[in-house]
């Protein structure tokens, strides 16, 4: 299931959630999309895992220990 929202919310790029910048920034909610403070806890512990996946697709040389930690970290707060 964690596998298909975040599929959903990277197919959700641009219209709901967006970069913050460029090509390697962190995906964010779009200021006009406006969420209530629960499903926004969630939104947010999901692009937290997605920016971690996005991470580790990109960066295929860097260290990937950071990176996992970095996963772990998400998903903790997820769970």
């Known amino acids: ?9 990277l197919g959700l790029e641009g219209r709901y959630i967006s970069r913050s910048g460029g090509v390697g920034d962190p995906l964010v909610v ?5 969420v209530d403070d ?27 220990t950071d990176l996992l930690a970095k996963v772990g970290d998400c998903l903790r707060q997820f769970l």
Do not use: E, G, P, T
Not at 1 to 9: D, H, K, S, V
Not at 30 to 34: E, F, G, L, S
Not at 52 to 58: E, K, M, P, V, Y
């Open 30 to 34: 779009v200021k006009h999309y406006a």
């Open 1 to 9: 299931m964690i596998r298909q929202l975040l599929a959903a919310l």
């Open 38 to 64: 629960a499903l926004q806890a969630r939104v947010d512990s999901l692009l937290c895992i997605a920016n971690a996946f996005s991470d580790i697709q990109r960066i295929q040389q860097r260290n990937k």
